[in-house]
C-alpha cells in the first residue's frame, strides 16, 4: 500500500468531515438556505433521522410548509431558522406559504 | 434610427397611448412594460374639481419594515399620509392593497392605523400576504374584517360604482400564484348579477389579477373566472399592489393598474435574480415611492389613474 495515496485519500475524508461538520452538529444533518425567494438546495436526499435546518437569508419573510401538512415553519423572519427531524423513508414536497412558487422537497432514504 | 427609437419611447407611440387624453393620465410602454408618466398634483386636483369620483390607493406599507431597503419604512409612509393631506380636493376614500405591515405583528398594525388615520379619510382595506402571517387570520379580521366573508372579502358602492375588494393571498398551494378560490369566486359572481351592464366596476387585490410574472409568482392563477363574470360590463378597473411599481394593461373592457409601494421598491420582472426589496441611492429612494389617485368621471369608460412619487 502506497502511504501518500492513504494519507490523501484520509485528508479528503477528514476535509469532507470538516465542511459538514462546521454546518451541523452531526454530520448527518442538513442545511437548506433560504436566498433570492428560493430553497437553496431545492432538492435533497438524506438518511431517515437526519434533522433539516432551514435558514431564511432574505430581507422578506418566508415560511417552510409541508404540502401534506407533516411540517409548517411559523413565518421566519431575516436569519429566522426552522428544523424538522424525517425519520420516515419517503419525499416529501413543501413550498413557502406566502410565496407558493418557492417549492423545495426532501427525499428520506433508508439509514443504515 | 430615429432619435425617438433610441429614446426607448417615441412621442409618436406616447400619444397613441394616451387612452385617457384630456384627463391628465399618461402612460406608454417600454420594451413591453408600461410606465406612467402623468404625475401632476395639479392634474390630480383639476380632476377631481371636476369629476364626480375621486378616490386614493395606497399600497405596500409594509410597517415593521427596517432592512437596508428603506431602513424607515414608517417614515416614508407618514410622507405619504403627509401629501395626501395636502391634495386640494379631499378625496371620497382611500383604499389600501395590502401588505399594512411587514410581520403582522398587533404593534405593526397599531403604527400603520395611528399614520394612516391622520389622512382623515374612510379606508377600504384587503390583506397581502404580510397581513395574515398569524395562522387564523385573526389579527388583520379583529381590525379590518368587520363585514366581510372568508378571508376578508366585500363589496360597496360609491357615487354609482361598484367596488369589489377580494383576497387572493390565503390558503395558496404550493407552485401556484395568488388564489381567489372557489368560495370567493361563487360569491363574486353572485355579487354581481344583480348588477346592471353599465355599472362601472372596480375590483382591489393585493396581488395583481393578470399574470405581470409567473417566475416571481406576480399573478393570480383562478383570476380568469373571476374576469370572465365581469365580461358583459362596459367599464372594469382592476387596481392592486404586491409588485412595489406602476405597471398597467388594458384589455378589451378591463384596466389593470399597479400601484407603488410606500415602502421600498421592487426590480422591473426579470431584471433581477428574484423579487424582494430593491436597496437603491437613497436619492433615488423616493422617486420609486407613492400612491396613486383614482377619478371616475360620468359617461366615461375608463377610469384616470395618476400615479404620484413621494418625490419628483
Known amino acids: ?112 | 434610427m430615429s432619435h425617438d427609437d433610441n429614446d426607448g419611447v417615441s412621442r409618436r407611440k406616447v400619444l397613441e397611448c394616451m387612452t385617457w387624453a384630456g384627463t391628465g393620465v399618461l402612460w406608454t410602454i417600454s420594451g413591453g412594460v408600461p410606465h406612467s408618466l402623468g404625475l401632476v398634483d395639479e392634474a390630480m386636483a383639476a380632476d377631481a374639481k371636476s369629476s364626480g369620483l375621486t378616490f386614493l390607493q395606497i399600497s405596500d406599507s409594509h410597517v415593521g419594515f427596517d432592512k437596508p431597503a428603506n431602513p424607515n419604512a414608517k417614515g416614508t409612509l407618514e410622507e405619504a399620509i403627509a401629501r395626501i393631506k395636502a391634495v386640494p380636493v379631499k378625496p371620497a376614500f382611500m383604499i389600501h392593497t395590502g401588505d399594512i405591515t411587514h410581520l403582522s405583528k398587533e404593534s405593526e398594525f397599531d403604527d400603520a392605523e395611528k399614520i394612516i388615520s391622520q389622512a382623515r379619510l374612510d379606508v377600504h382595506y384587503v390583506p397581502g400576504e404580510h397581513d395574515i402571517i398569524d395562522p387564523e387570520i385573526k389579527i388583520y379580521k379583529e381590525r379590518y374584517g368587520r363585514g366581510t366573508k372568508g378571508p376578508g372579502y366585500y363589496s360597496f358602492d360609491a357615487n354609482g360604482v361598484h367596488f369589489i375588494g377580494l383576497v387572493n393571498v390565503a390558503n395558496l398551494k404550493g407552485g401556484g400564484m395568488g388564489s381567489l378560490g372557489d368560495e370567493q369566486l361563487e360569491w363574486i359572481e353572485d355579487d354581481l348579477k344583480s348588477r346592471s351592464a353599465s355599472t362601472p366596476i372596480v375590483l382591489f387585490a393585493h396581488i395583481p389579477l393578470w399574470t405581470v410574472y409567473p417566475e416571481w409568482g406576480w399573478g393570480t392563477e383562478d383570476s380568469a373566472r373571476a374576469l370572465g363574470y365581469l365580461k358583459r360590463f362596459g367599464s372594469v378597473t382592476v387596481l392592486n399592489g404586491h409588485i412595489h411599481q406602476v405597471m398597467q394593461k388594458v384589455e378589451g373592457n378591463v384596466t389593470f393598474h399597479t400601484a407603488r409601494s410606500t415602502a421600498f421598491p421592487q426590480p422591473a420582472p426579470g431584471t433581477a435574480s428574484s423579487a424582494g426589496p430593491m436597496k437603491v441611492p437613497a436619492e433615488q429612494l423616493r422617486t420609486m415611492l407613492g400612491t396613486a389617485s383614482v377619478t371616475f368621471k360620468q359617461g366615461e369608460q375608463r377610469l384616470a389613474i395618476i400615479d404620484t412619487p413621494l418625490q419628483g
Not at chain 1, 433560504?34 to 437569508?57: L, R
Not at chain 1, 431575516?78 to 419525499?91: C, N, R, V
Request: hydrophobic share 40%.
Open chain 1, 1 to 112: 500500500m502506497n502511504f501518500a495515496r492513504h494519507f490523501a485519500l484520509g485528508a479528503i475524508a477528514v476535509l469532507m468531515t470538516v465542511a459538514i461538520g462546521s454546518t451541523s452538529a452531526r454530520a448527518d444533518d442538513v442545511e437548506v438556505k433560504i436566498d433570492n425567494f428560493t430553497f437553496n438546495p431545492q432538492q435533497i436526499t438524506v438518511k431517515a433521522g437526519a434533522k433539516v435546518t432551514w435558514t431564511n437569508n432574505d430581507d422578506i419573510p418566508h415560511t417552510v410548509t409541508s404540502k401534506t401538512g407533516i411540517f409548517k415553519s411559523k413565518a421566519l423572519d431575516t436569519e429566522d431558522k426552522f428544523s424538522f427531524t424525517f425519520t420516515t423513508p419517503g419525499s416529501y414536497s413543501y413550498f413557502c406559504a406566502l410565496h407558493p412558487h418557492m417549492t423545495g422537497s426532501i427525499v428520506v432514504e433508508a439509514g443504515k
